[in-house]
């Protein structure tokens, strides 16, 4: 991973996954460090240009990210990466930023579709992680503030255990 500009995070794409019951694509992205999810609700022709891309098939005539790619390469520069810059309600926006500092504004699934095509880093902005970011469960479920807590505290407990295993009285005796 590169080493992100202050205020923005490095993520990585998961995949892309079918929210049930409403059959609604979600991509996921990860970040590494806090182990926090940031779900994209997308649509299906994203979700596709994703799926497909991370699956290695390659269509018979290029997609428009893979037109869009090929047009950037063609004016001799490149997308450096993508950046989740903000979210308002449950709309996420995104820039490209290309070789030459340029930022092109972008919705979040176009920008995701051609990060994937170009093997660029994905950043989010510190404070979309924060108000979007989830921690889930091993069934994938979101994982509330209680249970955190009990996390912690199972944490803590079995430090403390570890702790008496070790101990020894003498450790207590003044010297």
Known sequence: MTEPAAGKQQVELVGVRIELPHSQPVVLLRHPLSEKYIPIFIG???AAAIALEQQQITTPRPMTHDLLVSVVK?????????????????VFYAELVLANGARVDARASDALAIAIRVDCPIFVAADVLAQAGLTLNENGDEVTSEENEEVDEEAEMAKFREFLDDVNPDDFSQQ
Not at 81 to 89: F, G, P, Q, W
Request: proline share 5%; no cysteine.
């Open 74 to 90: 063609a004016l001799d520069s490149q997308v450096i990466e993508v950046e989740i810059t903000r979210v308002d309600d449950t």
């Open 44 to 46: 299906a022709p994203e």
